[in-house]
């Protein structure tokens, strides 16, 4: 796995040392997904985790009427399937590639933390934070509109996957405005509504599959 991107800051991988990220890889078997397909299925009962080690993928549920809801965002160095690999309980969750994804897959995940102690310490410290932010989320669809949610969705996918370009930060987005709704807790046609407020501002520049951000800051600003 020499030539896999490093991993995205903050993300579980980052956070290892090279002899930790040595052992998990032995501890594993690389595997690889294409664009669309279906990583983990919801209510699914396997017992292994994925190191994401390239490419992003969206976590998503469904609701009793069939509408998705996406959970989060993951990019390289991410660890998955983590609680369902430790308790042997169904998936809380569906993962999905955004594009073509590689990843670690690792079957005796408990067994490499009772070998790594340091480890074991770090992902409860990452479990937390990812139910932190899980909190944050749940104020925020009841504090903002769709406007506000939409652009604090742009922040973070800028802050994390953004590539400077001249007049801002271009965010490759491989995300439907379907996707986007289900991110942000809104319908299509809201979310239509709020990239068009945001573009009239001068905020970001939408194409296909893209956004560039002109104004960061301005964008933090109207999130808030």
Known sequence: MTSSPPPEPGEFL?????????????????????????????????????????????VSSHTASGTEVVLAIRGPGALIGEMSGISGHPRSG?????????GCVVRDFPGFLKEHGRVAVLLLQMVVSRLRDA?????????????????????ELAERFGEPVN??????????QDELAGWTGASREAVSKALRSLRDRGLI????RRVVVHDLEGLRKRAR
């Open 94 to 102: 569906t993962i999905t590639a955004l594009e073509p994804v590689e």
């Open 167 to 176: 007049g801002g930060v271009r965010v490759q987005l491989p995300l439907s």
């Open 135 to 155: 909190d944050r989320k749940r104020v925020e669809y009841g504090a903002f509109d769709t406007t506000g949610r939409v652009a604090t969705r742009l922040v």
């Open 14 to 58: 980052a956070l290892l040392t090279d002899e930790e990220r040595s052992d998990l890889y032995a501890a594993g078997r690389k595997r690889r997904w294409e664009r669309g397909a279906t990583v983990l299925s919801e209510g699914d009962t396997s017992d292994w985790v994925l190191v994401l080690t390239a490419g992003r993928v969206k």
């Open 205 to 208: 520049e939408t194409g296909r």
